[in-house]
């Protein structure tokens, strides 16, 4: 499967962005998929992901409560609905896909996913 993330961009501190993760490819169903970011000389760090039933979803603690994740299979997307934005959230935030994985499964190590998006920039403005 191939990964395209979109949606990035400017926004002002309090603000909200929609990122899309579009895959290509068959069987996008059957695919766990989860969300990470990097920012400026940082590790890329998990930032939310969900099953490939879309029934279990899990969050950093640093976005819980700000960030919503939910896919669409008929569309083959995976999105990552960003509010109460703040300068810290400020990273290129990359998609990425796992197969195979149980109904309920889910990962947040980044060593985990097999594909991966070529990232879209977040900058949020004090």
């Known amino acids: 499967v191939q990964l395209q993330a979109s949606g990035g961009g400017l926004v002002q501190a309090g603000g909200s962005l929609r990122l899309s993760c579009a895959a290509s490819?068959?069987?996008?169903?059957?695919?766990?998929m989860g969300w990470f970011r990097q920012g400026p000389g940082k590790e890329r760090e998990f930032v939310a992901a969900?099953?490939?039933?879309?029934?279990?979803?899990k969050f950093a603690d640093s976005v819980k409560g700000r960030f919503a994740i939910s896919r669409d299979d008929a569309k083959n997307t995976v999105y990552l609905q960003m509010n109460s934005l703040k300068p810290e959230d400020s990273a290129v935030y990359y998609c990425?896909?796992?197969?195979?994985?149980?109904?309920?499964?889910?990962?947040?190590?980044?060593?985990?996913?097999?594909?991966w998006g070529q990232g879209t920039l977040v900058t949020v403005s004090s």
């Open positions: 969900i099953s490939w039933t879309g029934a279990v979803t």
């Open positions: 490819g068959r069987a996008f169903g059957s695919y766990s």
């Open positions: 990425a896909g796992r197969l195979g994985l149980a109904p309920g499964g889910y990962l947040s190590s980044p060593a985990e996913y097999d594909y």
